[in-house]
């Protein structure tokens, strides 16, 4: 099993991020190495955030008067278990704990996350500023998306707020929001993304697969394959690369042989919209679809996804056209038929044989987002 790259690094402040203690009045010093760490962590699409205690306002002015506030995202600055602050953190990211790393100065304060959290990595002030050049702390490809990763964050951040404050329903919300989703055949500059949604994505990755660079040069090369990427932007700006299919074309049925979405769009109904997508494409070519799935300890959510869609077990003369996997793949089969475009976005697919830009009507005349 490959090591779980970490995903979200949550710093204690006193004595581990500066030294000194902020309320007893110390004079504070940030500590050796620490912004380095902070800098290069945050270019890989690592993002930070904080477990302190402290009071907010005045530990949030000191992380500024040193530069490094912009790099911390969903801080818990206040005086309750750092265990409980660690776990809202991943939580709100959506990421599962194994993939956080907590560090202190305090050997009671990483037990006590230890004990609650046996999943978090935890880590003595003393590593601080040598992390980066551990394996867990580097990922196997750094994207352009992986180094806008925080901005994409604070912005998700900014659009949650607007949502928080819009008095209507959630479809009005969406509307509102100016989405664009765009489908595409990955490049080779794409594979870079493409291999890291592979491996980064869990939660909404039907197999758990990880493809390789290679394997996925591969794919681009072979005429019976299809390597497409799913993009989105709205009016907060790009969500950036989000999602990636795997798609192997026969007479008469075509094999999703992987569909993986960045849990970042769950909320937007991405994964429903893209199958949507697929299953329509299919119904216009007269192609029966069959989608590979692994049941792994995260991907609940992508099984129902498929489901709802109409997937069953089901048995197709179909699925002859398709050479046996592995014996821990289900092979889900669906009787592909039109579907209706979406309606609380605009969808553009620019692909040969697989479809132009569907627009729903009532979105025709709506302005662009803005960039």
Request: overall charge negative; aromatic content about 6%.
């Amino acid at each position: 099993m490959e090591p779980v790259t970490m995903k979200c690094l949550v710093w204690d402040l006193d004595n581990t991020v500066w030294d000194g203690t902020l309320l007893e009045g110390d004079e504070l010093r940030l500590r050796p190495g620490v912004r380095e760490t902070v800098e290069a962590l945050d270019a890989r699409g690592i993002l930070h955030s904080v477990a302190s205690r402290n009071d907010h306002e005045t530990a949030w002015e000191q992380l500024e008067k040193f530069g490094l506030a912009d790099y911390f995202v969903l801080p818990r600055i206040g005086f309750g278990r750092k265990s409980d602050a660690v776990r809202e953190i991943a939580a709100e990211l959506q990421f599962a704990l194994d993939a956080v790393a907590f560090v202190d100065d305090q050997p009671a304060e990483r037990a006590e996350v230890a004990y609650h959290l046996p999943e978090v990595r935890c880590y003595t002030h003393q590593q601080a500023a040598t992390l980066a050049a551990l394996p867990e702390f580097t990922p196997a490809v750094v994207t352009s998306d992986s180094r806008r990763r925080r901005a994409m964050y604070q912005a998700s951040f900014r659009r949650d707020a607007d949502r928080a404050a819009f008095d209507g329903a959630d479809e009005e919300f969406l509307r509102s929001l100016g989405l664009r989703v765009r489908i595409t055949a990955a490049t080779a500059e794409d594979l870079d993304r493409v291999e890291e949604l592979t491996r980064r994505t869990s939660q909404m990755n039907a197999t758990g697969v990880h493809y390789s660079d290679a394997v996925l040069r591969e794919l681009l090369d072979d005429p019976g394959h299809e390597v497409l990427v799913t993009s989105i932007d709205d009016r907060f700006g790009p969500y950036g690369a989000v999602g990636v299919m795997l798609l192997e074309k026969h007479p008469e049925v075509w094999h999703l042989r992987l569909l993986a979405t960045s849990c970042r769009v769950v909320s937007l109904g991405a994964g429903s919209v893209i199958i949507n997508w697929l299953t329509d494409r299919a119904a216009r070519a007269g192609a029966h679809l069959v989608a590979d799935f692994r049941r792994t300890p995260r991907n609940r959510m992508m099984e129902i996804a498929y489901r709802f869609a109409g997937f069953t077990d089901d048995e197709c003369a179909c699925r002859g056209q398709i050479p046996p996997d592995a014996a821990d793949i289900e092979r889900l089969h669906l009787v592909a038929t039109r579907q209706d475009p979406p309606t609380t976005m605009r969808l553009e697919a620019a692909l040969q044989g697989l479809g132009a830009s569907i627009r729903p009507p009532e979105l025709t005349d709506r302005k662009e987002p803005a960039p």
